[in-house]
């Protein structure tokens, strides 16, 4: 006999959900703004650590959690290199591309490290250590060339330095070279 009380479900396999440990995150957070908009930034954040990338499915749940259309949402997770569109590496190498770190050599660093790590910009290492991305101006061009691993920054860096920095990420934790 059919069960008349079964909820309604969407057929798409591909909706995310956050887990119940994030919903109470994503709850909290709302809380600390006076409005849902301004908690933009932090539930991406979370969508992000959630679901280890902003795909357009995410991007997608995210706004319908927001009242925003996915349009809106997309145009913010663009604007910052934060964000990622594409699942990255546990590493994840970002060379700044602006005009003091280009004059300081950042695009010669970012092609040896491709080189090395046998990958392109949206591609990971098969262990799932390594991404790289090409990013503009990190705000820190007095010490150029920079690297952001993800959250922190590498400055004045040369080949043997972003060499050493990548040793030390394959062994474990990046180190300041
Ligand atoms: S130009 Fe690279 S940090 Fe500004």
């Given at each position: ?92 190498l970002q060379f700044c591309m602006t005009l003091s770190c280009w004059m300081a050599g950042s695009h010669q660093l970012y092609k040896n490290t491709c080189s090395r790590l ?55 934790e990046p180190q300041t070279p």
């Amino acid at each position: 006999m059919a069960n008349s009380a079964v909820p309604e479900q969407k057929p798409d396999r591909e909706t995310p959900k956050f887990s119940n440990e994030a919903k109470k995150k994503f709850d909290e957070l709302l809380t600390r703004y006076d409005s849902k908009r301004s908690a933009l930034l932090p539930v991406l954040h979370l969508a992000q650590d959630e679901f280890g990338s902003l795909s357009d499915s995410v991007v997608e749940y995210v706004a319908e959690l927001m009242d925003l259309s996915p349009a809106q949402v997309t145009e913010v997770v663009s604007f910052y290199h934060m964000y990622h569109r594409h699942p990255v590496g546990q590493h994840h190498l970002q060379f700044c591309m602006t005009l003091s770190c280009w004059m300081a050599g950042s695009h010669q660093l970012y092609k040896n490290t491709c080189s090395r790590l046998g990958i392109k910009p949206g591609e990971v290492t098969p262990d799932g250590k390594f991404s790289v991305a090409k990013v503009e101006c990190l705000g820190s061009c007095g010490s150029a060339p920079i690297v952001q691993v993800n959250e922190a920054y590498y400055e004045n860096l040369n080949p043997e330095k972003l060499n050493r920095l990548i040793n030390s990420c394959k062994e474990g934790e990046p180190q300041t070279p």
